[in-house]
């Protein structure tokens, strides 16, 4: 029984990923959509919400999904973190072509695309315990993040 947090930037593949978790019978949770973000004055997880989630969950393993400011106090709770990678030319390119995800379509948003993964991605991979880069087919992807979980467990 392991909780798994998949995090990297936007585009990098992180609801396909979940989605494909999903679909193979594991508990997932984006916390991008469902009221786990508090925007004060940078997109934060509620804590109270992802505490009672962590302190909740009991059997299986559990694959939470975000990038946010404070997710690196939830790291002594986490069995491994997952930095989902792809160069930034090929974040961009599916953040232009997804219909799923609105964010990403504007000139501010890829310019800030690409200054997070200059700044943010950075912080990211130092505190990951696996990087996968997501240029990889889909299944590959995900069995990757599968090992993470059952090495961390």
Same mark, same amino acid.
């Given at each position: ?42 997109? &934060?997880? =509620?804590?109270?919400?992802? #505490?009672?989630?962590?302190? !909740?969950? *009991? +059997? ?31 974040? &961009?390119? =599916?953040?232009?072509?997804? #219909?799923?995800?609105?964010? !990403?379509? *504007? +000139? ?43 090495? !961390?467990?």
């Amino acid at each position: 029984m392991a909780v798994v947090l998949v995090t990297g930037m936007s585009g990098v593949g992180k609801s396909t990923v979940l989605a494909e978790l999903a679909r193979r019978g594991h508990a997932v949770v984006d916390t991008d959509d469902g009221g786990w973000i508090e925007q004060a004055p940078e997109p &934060l997880w =509620r804590e109270d919400r992802v #505490t009672a989630l962590l302190d !909740g969950h *009991t +059997a299986g393993h559990l694959f939470l999904a975000g990038t946010v400011a404070n997710q690196g106090r939830f790291y002594p709770r986490l069995d491994a973190v997952v930095l989902l990678s792809a160069p930034v030319e090929v974040l &961009l390119e =599916r953040v232009a072509s997804r #219909t799923t995800n609105h964010f !990403g379509k *504007t +000139a501010d948003e890829r310019r800030r695309i690409v200054a997070d993964t200059e700044q943010v991605e950075p912080l990211l991979r130092a505190g990951a315990t696996v990087e996968v880069d997501t240029r990889r087919p889909l299944a590959e992807v995900v069995d990757a993040v599968l090992r993470a979980a059952t090495a !961390g467990s």
